[in-house]
């Protein structure tokens, strides 16, 4: 992550006088904040291609359709569906056209060729539990240079792919994997590809042999060498993130190999169109590794925008990949994940609950404006909420600080509630595709994601809050730099009748306009309105911030920008 304050500065000085004497507001000046991300399971969204579905692989492991029963007849499924790269390409419009700008597609590296036989059994409760499952999500790599056969055409391969949603407005967004390769251990007898690492030739360069990590020998065994030989950790023994994550191959950070291999690969990936990289388990490898990974990459790259899952809720933990001397980059912002959930989900909290996870100020990230929100993802049971829940949350997630994320179906309130292996993957499809505009979810988010699209001051301007508070949210998002000098007011309601808001503070007087119903509002003392139930409204001014209460709002916010980049400069 970049500091918004020092770009945001420099920018001021080289902008001539009449701009230098503007106060700059901005919450942050990195490119890829303009863009919403949608993101999808390949293998789970469309099946366009069925020829390569490999339907007959695996043998007696076989890998495609092997369901997980569960007690209500809504099962889950750990075998390929046949989502590829022809599904994602075809409904790249009706990604875009949804009010999305980037799209997160999970990892395309080759995975292994049969069902695990090792690990516990799945069931439709159970997490950390891979016995019978295979590699669709893409995150069991083998081979860091190839990709997956499931997931090309003949006439698409990856370049292909990133040409093809370029060209309808999208960017992309690769999920990397750093820590780890496919499961390695506890097979009752060792399956090939498991546990096994081949370079881009082809040739195998890593094996863990069906060994328990402790039993590996990397000082006179070339092949477990870029392995770590610390055996698992769990709770009762202490961290998990001290050991190895369930059965996975846990890569060894301190073989200079494996940073080369990967590097090597993921460049070789970004070279054919990559806009932005996810990093899983980032948490799961030291802050000096990520941060000669994250150098490389983007000395080839600069400007590389990356966001990293560190599966946990303490802001103070999550933020330390994103200081400057560490990994410096964005994270998935779980703790106010966390918090929207239990506002927007079936406990329904107040808005309240949001204020303290934004850390508009004081907080410990390099930049709270950059980080990735979102209210649920595969690895975690989708938000369980009605329909007015998912609207509600849908004009939070996009009016608030921050990059939205959504995942797919979420548009549908698709499998509402689901865990892992309770249908949260479950295969989408061209027929569910074709039939969302019907959700009474769907036309409510394509009408707020289309209007952050349109609003700089909704992507990138700081935060201020009027009032946060039971079923009322009213604050504002400011963007004074360079060009833009813009305000946004944002008004939700998420109670079950419409409400009448009236706003005075730091509100200044002026010709604002409503950005979603259309018309103006002319502005003396105070702006009062009815929001819908679960409605949203949003009014614009343009022009320079001269409202007294609302500057000191503001240049504090500013001040505490540039005192946290100072403090982690240090």
Known sequence: MRSCLSVAVSLALVAGPAMASRPDYIGTTEPFASDAVYFVVTDRFVNGDPSNDHRDQGGEHRTFDI?????????????????????VLDNAGYIRQLGFGAVWITPIVDNPDEAFTGS?????????????KTGYHGYWGINFYKLDEHLPSKDLDFAGLTRGLHDAGLKVVLDIVGNHGSPAWT???????????????????ADHQNLAPQQLDPQH??????????????????????????????FNEHNPAVMDYLVGAYLHWAEQGVDALRIDTIGWLPHPWW???????????????????????????????????????????????GAMSSVF?????????????????????AN???????????????????????????N?????????????????????????HAGNRAYFGQQRVDAAPESPIFAPLQRISKLRQATPALQRGLQVNERLQGDQAVFYRVLQHGDSAQTALVLLNKGDTATTFEVSRYLQPGQWRDALDGGTVKVKRALKTEVPAHGVKVFVLDGEVRQAALQAQLAAAMADQQARTQRLAR
């Not at 909290?349 to 990230?365: D, I, R, T, V």
């Open 67 to 87: 369901p997980v029963p569960c007690p209500d007849k809504v099962d889950g499924n750990i075998g390929y569906l046949g989502g590829d790269f022809r599904g």
């Open 120 to 132: 516990k059994p799945i069931s439709c409760t159970s997490t950390l539990t891979d016995r019978g």
């Open 187 to 205: 097979m009752p007898v060792k399956q090939p590809q498991f546990g096994q690492i081949f370079d881009k030739d082809g040739k195998l360069i």
């Open 221 to 250: 065994n070339r092949l477990h060498a870029f392995y770590n030989n610390i055996g698992p950790v769990d709770d009762s023994k202490g961290s998990i993130f001290d050991g190895n994550l369930a059965e996975l191959g846990d």
């Open 291 to 337: 941060h000669e990974f994250v150098t490389r990459i983007r000395a080839q790259h600069p400007g590389m925008f990356m966001f990293g899952e560190a599966f946990d809720y303490d802001a103070a933990k999550i933020a330390e990949h994103t200081w400057p001397g560490n990994a410096n980059v964005s994270v998935l912002d779980f703790p106010l994940r």
């Open 345 to 365: 989900g079936r406990e329904q909290k107040g808005f309240e609950a949001l204020a303290e996870p934004l850390h508009l100020s004081g907080g410990p990230y």
């Open 368 to 394: 709270p404006y950059e980080l990735m929100s979102f209210y649920d993802n595969h690895d975690m049971a989708r938000l369980d909420a009605s329909d007015a829940g998912f609207i509600d949350a849908h």
């Open 396 to 420: 939070w997630l996009f009016t608030a600080r921050g990059i939205p994320v959504l995942y797919y179906g979420s548009e549908t309130g698709f499998m509402r509630g689901r865990a892992e």
